[in-house]
């Protein structure tokens, strides 16, 4: 199992980083070791496409929209799970997943993380702002 999760930090110490594809550092984990990378990759999609050409065939998240959660599945070889939306770090991350507590994420999950995901991060415009038509 090639396990990879987007990080805050460049250390094995770091909390999970919320979005997916904006997240700088991935941790790797293989066969219990760890290695923190540099996300090389820009957006959701992209971001996938690295990590399965990597060999990585589990994905833990805490937020994805749509267009990375549909490379996911594209796949059909990657495992995406779900770490939560409160803040947590890698280490409990790993024990999560480890004791089998960690969402596996299909259709109908993924619909709500997609929900919370929107209503956090409203789509933005090529300028980095919102256009909003009010009365």
């Given at each position: 199992?090639?396990?990879?999760?987007?990080?805050?930090?460049?250390?094995?110490?770091?909390?999970?980083?919320?979005?997916?594809?904006?997240?700088?550092?991935?941790?790797?984990?293989?066969?219990?070791?760890?290695?923190?990378?540099?996300?090389?990759?820009?957006?959701?999609?992209?971001?996938?496409?690295?990590?399965?050409?990597?060999?990585?065939d589990?994905?833990?998240?805490?937020?994805?929209?749509m267009?990375?959660?549909?490379?996911?599945?594209?796949?059909?070889?990657?495992?995406?799970?779900?770490?939560?939306?409160?803040?947590?770090?890698?280490?409990?991350?790993?024990?999560?997943?480890?004791?089998?507590?960690?969402?596996?994420?299909?259709?109908?999950?993924?619909?709500?993380?997609?929900?919370?995901?929107?209503?956090?991060?409203?789509?933005?415009?090529?300028?980095?702002h919102?256009?909003h038509?009010?009365?």
């Amino acid at each position: 199992m090639t396990i990879a999760i987007p990080v805050k930090m460049n250390k094995e110490t770091t909390a999970l980083a919320p979005l997916f594809g904006k997240a700088k550092w991935f941790a790797i984990v293989q066969e219990g070791k760890i290695t923190i990378e540099e996300n090389p990759a820009d957006g959701g999609r992209a971001v996938v496409e690295w990590l399965a050409q990597s060999g990585v065939d589990t994905i833990i998240i805490q937020e994805m929209g749509m267009n990375p959660y549909q490379t996911v599945q594209s796949y059909n070889n990657i495992k995406l799970y779900h770490a939560g939306f409160e803040r947590i770090l890698l280490k409990e991350t790993l024990k999560k997943l480890e004791d089998n507590t960690l969402e596996l994420l299909e259709d109908e999950g993924m619909k709500k993380i997609i929900a919370h995901h929107q209503i956090k991060h409203p789509a933005h415009d090529e300028h980095g702002h919102d256009h909003h038509n009010h009365p």
